[in-house]
T-cell receptor, first 112, second 113 residues
Framework: DAKTTQPPSMDCAEGRAANLPCNHS???????VYWYRQIHSQGPQYIIH???NNETNEMASLIITEDRKSSTLILPHATLRDTAVYYC?????????????FGQGTILTVHP | DVKVTQSSRYLVKRTGEKVFLECVQD?????MFWYRQDPGLGLRLIYF???????EKGDIPEGYSVSREKKERFSLILESASTNQTSMYLC????????????FGSGTRLTVV
């Protein structure tokens, strides 16, 4: 499985964009990048995923570099409720198709 | 609203007891997963299932077993609970290709005393 590297923590002011980076330099051609977040004492929540094109939904945007070795999750207007641990995950293929392997994630703190 | 439901939010069991953690999803998903989450260790995959009566070991299956008799239900079994199995247990489900993302339950915090 491709490994991911994220900064352990980030801060963001409320109302500003939060840009969360992720490195996945060993990603293979058929692996997707997924983003989840986990608010304290709750199960992880799916945010967005992509293969090689940029993606946008009602929660966030995902920017994947052309070489696919890194990506950035963008929360365009962060709110206090976006304070959470954000996980960047590369989905495994082959016999473990569909399995998600979680790293340590980034603790995002949104300040008033 | 689609969801994954875990039967208990909090559970306290004694060492040596047999423990059943139940998970039900209403999305007709093929895949179901059991993770445990511990401080400093993150989420670790225990077992997963791609279909009824099928199961595969995850990264830390020792001390656990699973059962999937119906598509919507995936049970995690601790045959003889031990204190090192005190943890937050999270169930998840996804469609076969995972394209719609994975939906997690709210978790069961199990304490073994």
């Amino acid at each position: 499985d491709a490994k991911t590297t994220q900064p352990p923590s980030m801060d963001c002011a409320e109302g500003r964009a939060a840009n969360l980076p992720c490195n996945h330099s060993t990603i293979s051609g058929n692996e997707y990048v997924y983003w989840y977040r986990q608010i304290h004492s709750q199960g992880p929540q799916y945010i967005i995923h992509g293969l090689k094109n940029n993606e946008t939904n009602e929660m966030a945007s995902l920017i994947i570099t052309e070489d696919r070795k890194s990506s950035t999750l963008i929360l365009p207007h962060a709110t206090l409720r976006d304070t959470a641990v954000y996980y960047c995950i590369v989905r495994a293929g082959g016999t473990s198709y569909g399995k998600l392997t979680f790293g340590q994630g980034t603790i995002l703190t949104v300040h008033p | 609203d689609v969801k994954v439901t875990q039967s208990s939010r909090y559970l306290v069991k004694r060492t040596g007891e047999k423990v059943f953690l139940e998970c039900v999803q209403d999305m007709d998903h093929e895949n179901m997963f059991w993770y445990r989450q511990d401080p400093g260790l993150g989420l670790r995959l225990i077992y997963f299932s791609y279909d009824v009566k099928m199961k595969e070991k995850g990264d830390i299956p020792e001390g656990y077993s699973v059962s999937r008799e119906k598509k919507e239900r995936f049970s995690l079994i601790l045959e003889s609970a031990s204190t090192n199995q005190t943890s937050m247990y999270l169930c998840a489900s996804s469609s076969l290709g995972g394209g719609s993302g994975y939906t997690f339950g709210s978790g069961t915090r199990l304490t073994v005393v």
